[in-house]
């Protein structure tokens, strides 16, 4: 039986390490390309075939400007924009509380992740035959220390590290369960699959590659416009 898959595009936060001092632009709405960042995620998902819905979760003073700016792009369509949370994980599972029902999957993406390979699209939703999750990551390429007050306690094996990134892709099940945790433990995990391994979820993993960068300060901008203008 086909799954159904909804996905969840996470654009709400409020950028503070990216906003110099005084400047209130939303790095989500920053252009690249001409286009925010946000939309490049929306792009991939609007296009695959694999998708039967999508959401975008915003800060909620920006829904309107979001909204319309979703009409001008695809014409009439059903992404549904919705107000973010206090924090990340309350954003995501608002948008989960609206989709779950409606599907048995589903991807999330960071807003400020502009290049998502389409294909990951489709390999995470294919673990999920076999796992509760699947999630896009790269294999460590330095050397990984291990430090307390800033001094190095022991170096590890980085050939067992990764670096999460999204698409991060679940079942509703496992995620619901993760979330129910997450809100009974009063825990907050800086992704999803933090949540998801608290309650033993399977997650596999998908090597994802060093261009899947998520903007975070001016200086991930400058290389993210980089890559872009090289059609990389």
């Known amino acids: 039986m086909p799954v159904t898959v909804g996905a969840i595009v996470a654009a709400a936060g409020d950028g503070q390490r990216f906003s110099k001092k005084g400047d ?63 924090k990340r994980q309350d954003s995501v599972y608002k948008a989960f509380v609206k989709i779950k029902n ?47 007050n800033s001094l190095i306690k022991e170096t590890l094996d980085r050939s067992l590290i990764w670096q999460a990134q999204t698409p991060q892709t679940f079942t509703v099940d496992i995620l619901e369960t993760a979330f129910d945790y997450a809100k009974r ?11 998801v391994e608290k309650v033993h979820g399977n997650i596999s993993l998908i090597e994802g590659t060093s261009f899947n960068l998520k903007i975070t300060t001016q200086s991930d901008l400058v290389l993210a416009q980089s890559i872009f203008s090289k059609g990389l």
């Open 24 to 86: 209130k632009r939303k790095k989500q709405f920053i252009s690249l390309g001409g286009k925010p960042l946000f939309l490049h995620s929306v792009i991939s998902f609007y296009y695959s075939p694999i998708i039967s819905r999508i959401i975008v979760v915003v800060p909620s003073r920006s829904i309107e400007f979001c909204t319309n700016f979703l009409h001008a792009e695809f014409g009439s369509n059903d992404i549904e924009v919705i107000a973010g949370g206090a």
């Open 102 to 148: 409606s599907v048995d999957t589903v991807i999330i993406q960071d807003g400020a992740r502009p290049f998502m390979d389409p294909s990951w699209i489709s390999s995470t939703v294919n673990k999920i035959k076999t796992f509760d999750g699947a999630i896009v990551a790269q294999p460590a390429l330095d050397t990984i220390k291990l430090s307390h």
């Open 185 to 195: 433990e009063n825990f907050v995990g800086t992704d999803e699959s933090q949540i």
